[in-house]
């Protein structure tokens, strides 16, 4: 596609229920990132995909979260038993490979209520 | 641990006057360092990326300038309009190589008055 594509825009949820983040990335580009950005913050990392595999799940804040990209394109975060704090913008960023220019996506907004 | 700071947090300027906004970074080896526009409730565009063998990169308006021994970089808006407020962040790698993992300062959220 022209861009990287994040499906909801916004999400309500309520607490302990489970989410799913949908990420379409730029066609062709192997690396994707998925980012967290609280009101004020600059975004934060989570996880990072080259193809199909988790290279780096370091930023992931617990074992509530869980990301996948099975066929090396479309990436979903997971989030279980969400909570208030959970809260944020979602951002995802792909690139043609690990050392080349980032592009975003337009987030999606989660809100725990 | 990589940190980026950018301050002013905001900044307010005329129409038309040309500003600097300024990026500082604790780790020098960096691989590249880009610089973001975000506006409100809005995803992150990419404006500039400079590599670590650049001292400055252009587009249009945007002038963007590293100084990797320093840690700092400067993103110059030449000419500033309106349309130009929104909040610019700067990234580098989090562990001086690729970039797989990107830290980001909190941004610097610019209004340009008419």
């Known amino acids: 596609g022209a861009g990287v594509s994040q499906t909801p825009s916004n999400k309500v949820t309520e607490k302990g229920k489970y989410v799913e983040l949908r990420c379409d990335p730029i066609?062709?580009?192997?690396?994707l990132y998925w980012y967290r950005q609280s009101l004020g913050q600059g975004p934060e990392f989570l996880i990072y995909?080259?193809?199909?595999?988790?290279?780096?799940d370091s930023g992931l804040p617990n074992d509530r979260f869980f990301a996948v990209r099975p066929e090396g394109s479309v990436s979903t975060l997971k989030i279980q038993r969400t909570e208030r704090g959970d809260s944020a913008v979602y951002l995802c960023a792909s690139s043609f490979s690990v050392n080349t220019e980032a592009f975003f996506g337009q987030g999606t907004r989660l809100t725990v209520v | 641990k990589q940190e980026v700071t950018q301050i002013p947090a905001a900044l307010s300027v005329p129409e038309g006057e040309n500003l600097v906004l300024n990026c500082s970074f604790t780790d020098s080896a960096i691989y590249n360092l880009q610089w973001f526009r975000q506006d409100p409730g809005k995803g992150l565009t990419s404006l500039l990326l400079?590599?670590?063998?650049?001292r400055e990169q252009t587009s249009g308006r945007l002038n963007a300038s590293l100084d990797k021994s320093s840690g700092r970089s400067t993103l110059y808006i030449a000419a500033s309009q309106p349309g130009d407020s929104a909040t610019y962040l700067c990234a580098v790698p989090a562990e001086g190589g690729a970039n797989s993992k990107l830290t980001f300062g909190k941004g610097i959220t610019l209004s340009v008055r008419p």
């Open positions: 995909f080259q193809g199909t595999g988790a290279a780096d």
């Open positions: 400079i590599q670590s063998s650049q």
């Open positions: 066609s062709g580009h192997t690396a």
